[in-house]
Structures are given as structure tokens and as C-alpha cells.
């Protein structure tokens, strides 16, 4: 396991920056930052940004200093580089794009929404997140065009993000309730985005409900990464609990791993299964299996299952 930065040559504020990366996990990088003092604020999804000023305390604290293209190197073969069209920040506009030609004129609401899937807390439940879900529906969907209330749907079901099984997927839907009624939804339209929101609780749809099997497949269509990329997932799922001591969250992220492995089916539709089923399988029981090896505390209550 390795810090890396490279040379300080990137312009802002006045000064110039490097970049400090790990070349094995985000959680060895946090801790390193949080030991030199680095502050959370500049943490950019896969690297922190530090001044020129901090550069040769950070090398005499251990971090390896690098050029540049040997640190985006090792930062790809970790797994753990977040390419540019899975950055929240560079998500704005296109997202924004998307929520007027879904409801046009709803403007402030697209905003609120934006804002929320903004939060500082979040590391996995992103802007990120939140247009994968929204892409895979139309991957899932094909050439036919999204249901509109399947597409609102993916917009509101992480809109309340605490970190509470069950309670976060209650509180979107309430909120889907109330912004969608003010916004001059029709009544039964309204009670079908919030039914959606909630079936992501536990991602089983019935065998006859077509709309909550795209919504779910698409929720859960991370777990179908390649390897590198379910790994990056796992890390950001980990940061995003970072306030939960190690032995209750293996604990935790164990009881939902076997939840998800439990699920029969675990992708509804046939698009789905033949996408992301195969490899779903093998990283849930991979990553199950690394927890196992250290089974201290794993009779806990279980995580949020996305």
C-alpha cells in the first residue's frame, strides 16, 4: 500500500496544487490525510488536492512523490479512478438536461433535487449514482422511451440520505409526495413514483409489476460492475459510514450482502440478468467471502442495501 503525489502544477487560488493518491484504497488514503491534517473539503472523489505548501511535508510523512502520469497509472490500475463522465461535479448540466425535458418549467424542484443528491455526507448516493441509475433504466429500456414516473422515481429514490435502512426510502417517498402534488401532478400519478421510491427498500417487485422491476434492476445495476469498478463502489459505500466503527459495519454490510444474495431473482428483467447477473454474483460473493475471514461481530443490524 501506497501514498502517491506528484508535482505541484495545477493553478488555483492563487498557488499551485498536486495530487495525494492511494494505490490501494480510499481508506487508506483518508487516514493518511486525517494524520497529516489534510482537510476533508479536499477530497475530490478519488484524490485529495493539496497545496504546493504541504508538498514536502506530506513526502516526509510517507507520501511517494511521482509525476504525473505515473500517478494517474497507478490511480486506473487501483481501480479507484473515477472517470470524467462518473464525476458528480461535472454532472450538473446534464442531469439538469435531463429534469426539464422530464418535467420542463419544474425548475426549482430539478435544483432541490440536485442540492440533495449534493450533500456533503454522501460518497456513493452522488449526483453519480443517481445518473447511472438514470442511464441504466435507458439501457434496460432499449429504444423504447422510460416510463415518466419510473424516471421521477430514480429521481427521488435517494433524495433523503441518513444512512437508515428503510426510513431513507420512506422519507423520499413522502417527498416525492409532497413536491410532486405541489408541482400539479396528477393524484395517481403521484402515488406511483412514491410506491417505486418505496420498493427500493428491498428491491422485490412482484413478477407482474414491469415499472418496479426497471427501477430496481437499475438501482442495483452497480453490482454488476467489473471488478475494479465494484471495488471503487464498495469503497465509497465504506467512506460513506466512515462514523461506524469497522466491526459493525462488516457486520452490517454482511447481513446485506447475504440479503442480496438471497434475492430470487436478484435481477427481474431479462435485460438485467443478462447484463449485470453473472458478475453480481461473483462480486457479492467475493466481497462476503473477504468479510467472512474476519468474522468478528458479523450478528449485526444490517446496512441500506444499495
Request: net charge negative; charged share 30%.
Amino acid at each position: 500500500m501506497t501514498i502517491l503525489i506528484d508535482t505541484p502544477m495545477w493553478p488555483a487560488h492563487g498557488t499551485v496544487f498536486a495530487h495525494l493518491v492511494s494505490d490501494t484504497s480510499l481508506a487508506e488514503l483518508h487516514a493518511f490525510a486525517a494524520a497529516a491534517e489534510v482537510p476533508e473539503r479536499a477530497f475530490d472523489e478519488d484524490h485529495y488536492d493539496v497545496s504546493e505548501r504541504r508538498h514536502a511535508d506530506l513526502v516526509r510523512r510517507g507520501a511517494v512523490p511521482v509525476d504525473g502520469r505515473t500517478l494517474t497509472r497507478a490511480l486506473i490500475a487501483s481501480g479507484l479512478r473515477i472517470r470524467a463522465r462518473e464525476r458528480a461535479k461535472a454532472l450538473t448540466t446534464p442531469l439538469a438536461q435531463r429534469w426539464e425535458r422530464l418535467l420542463p418549467g419544474r425548475t426549482a424542484l430539478g435544483s432541490e433535487l440536485l442540492e440533495r443528491w449534493s450533500e456533503p455526507h454522501r460518497r456513493y448516493h452522488t449526483r453519480a449514482h443517481l445518473f447511472a441509475v438514470l442511464t441504466a433504466l435507458e439501457t434496460l429500456a432499449d429504444d423504447a422511451a422510460v416510463p415518466r414516473a419510473v424516471e421521477l422515481a430514480a429521481w427521488f429514490h435517494d433524495a433523503v440520505h441518513t444512512g437508515t435502512a428503510g426510513r431513507d426510502e420512506e422519507e423520499s417517498a413522502l417527498l416525492a409526495e409532497a413536491r410532486l402534488r405541489a408541482a400539479g401532478l396528477p393524484p395517481e400519478d403521484v402515488d406511483e413514483v412514491a410506491r417505486l421510491v418505496r420498493l427500493t427498500a428491498d428491491h422485490r417487485p412482484s413478477a407482474d409489476d414491469d415499472a418496479g422491476q426497471l427501477l430496481c434492476d437499475a438501482d442495483l445495476s452497480v453490482l454488476g460492475r467489473e471488478p475494479a469498478g465494484y471495488r471503487r463502489y464498495t469503497e465509497q459505500v465504506r467512506d460513506e459510514y466512515a462514523h461506524v466503527p469497522d466491526e459493525l459495519f462488516r457486520a452490517g454490510r454482511a447481513a446485506v450482502l447475504s440479503q442480496l444474495l438471497d434475492l430470487d431473482p436478484l435481477f427481474h428483467t431479462p435485460r438485467g440478468r443478462e447484463l449485470w447477473l453473472a458478475r453480481a454474483h461473483t462480486n457479492l460473493r467475493t466481497e462476503l467471502e473477504q468479510l467472512r475471514a474476519d468474522p468478528s461481530g458479523l450478528e449485526r443490524e444490517p446496512l441500506p442495501t444499495d
